[in-house]
């Protein structure tokens, strides 16, 4: 069962409360260089990003946010580190959200400064803490980086905002370890309404990042713990996006967009089908409907395989065959399979905006 949160908007966007969970990434561009910024924004919009955040390190980045926010249609949050002007620059500038540690943002009046500066535009904070920065009496009170310690920092640092008088807030409590992490989630859960920003932070590159956060997230939302999600990556924020709405839509968090499923090969195989799963994976992208397709190594078994998809494509020796609800309809060469496919997913598409 999803759990029910405090409703937070977020620019166009409403999180918590019953919503949607929702997909967040982070531009890797230099957020001062606003062509490239909202250019890369563009892509992961179409791509299927609901929120995006850029790093803030420079009064130019703060006050760029005004000119990428004209360009773009999702929410942007600024993200910001030690300089409390910085976060009060961002949000002058348009930000929906700011991302803070109040730990390392210059202490308790400079706090303030900040949360009078959201209040004035009733903007979102989120309160994040990281156990890489984890504070050194935590660390010795518990004998170490731990899930109590974490929610401890967090519910210390929420309760300081609260105290000023403000509670639009959103918590975020991250780390690398991935049980730690489902750890400290499912603890903080049980101790505030708070809306709460998931994901495995540092989890590497696109292979060992991907099982970490598959493993996590999969866990912590089949819990019904997240309001927002993000895989983190080390590579292009598009494979990010990619990655976060198979994980919800494997968990039924959400519908539409194609699932491939392919077979793993085997001696049979007479095509390239680990080039030809590709190569369907990336053709696929375009396409935003609640379908399945399967692509199959050999014609054997193939029909029967694909059974379950709405659509599939098998190889052959020098051809394929292109499958309906396991039913063969043509055969294709070879190397006229994906654009058959490609075709008879503009068919299906138009059919269904007929309906």
Do not use: W
């Amino acid at each position: 069962m999803k759990r029910i949160t405090k409703i937070v908007k977020i620019g166009n966007k409403l999180i918590g409360g019953g919503n949607p969970i929702l997909i967040q990434s982070m531009t890797n561009t230099k957020t001062e260089d606003i062509e490239a910024t909202t250019e890369q924004i563009l892509k992961l919009e179409a791509a299927g990003c609901d929120i995006i955040r850029c790093a803030v390190p420079t009064m130019e980045a703060a006050h760029a946010i005004k000119e990428i926010k004209r360009g773009i249609h999702i929410p942007l949050v600024a993200d910001i580190h030690f300089d409390y002007r910085l976060a009060i620059a961002a949000i002058e500038n348009g930000a929906d959200k700011v991302r803070i540690n109040p730990g390392n943002i210059g202490g308790y009046e400079k706090l303030r400064a900040v949360v009078e500066a959201a209040r004035e535009r009733n903007i979102p904070i989120r309160v994040g803490v990281n156990s890489g920065s984890l504070e050194k009496e935590l660390v010795e009170k518990y004998g170490g980086v731990t899930p109590e310690g974490l929610v401890e920092s967090a519910l210390d640092k929420v309760r300081a905002i609260e105290d000023m008088g403000y509670d639009n807030l959103v918590i975020s409590i991250k780390s690398s370890d991935v049980l730690m992490c489902i750890k400290a989630h499912e603890m903080i859960a049980e101790k505030t309404a708070y809306p709460l920003h998931v994901g495995i932070t540092e989890s590497g590159t696109l292979l060992s990042g991907n099982i970490k956060s598959a493993v996590g997230l999969g866990i912590m939302l089949y819990e019904g713990i997240g309001d927002t999600i993000r895989v983190s990556l080390t590579g292009d924020p598009l494979e990010e996006i990619k990655s976060a709405r198979l994980i919800l839509k494997t968990l039924g968090l959400r519908k539409g967009g194609v699932e491939l499923v392919s077979c793993p090969t085997c001696g049979r195989t007479q095509i390239d089908l680990i080039g030809l799963a590709g190569q369907v994976e990336d053709m696929i992208q375009e396409f935003d409907m609640d379908i399945k397709v399967a692509v199959m190594g050999c014609a054997v078994n193939g029909p029967g395989e694909a059974k379950e998809a709405d659509i599939g494509i098998a190889g052959g020796k020098g051809e394929g065959i292109l499958i309906k609800k396991g039913k063969v309809v043509r055969k294709v060469p070879e190397n006229k399979l994906l654009e058959a496919l490609r075709e008879e997913l503009l068919a299906m598409k138009a059919d269904m905006h007929m309906i």
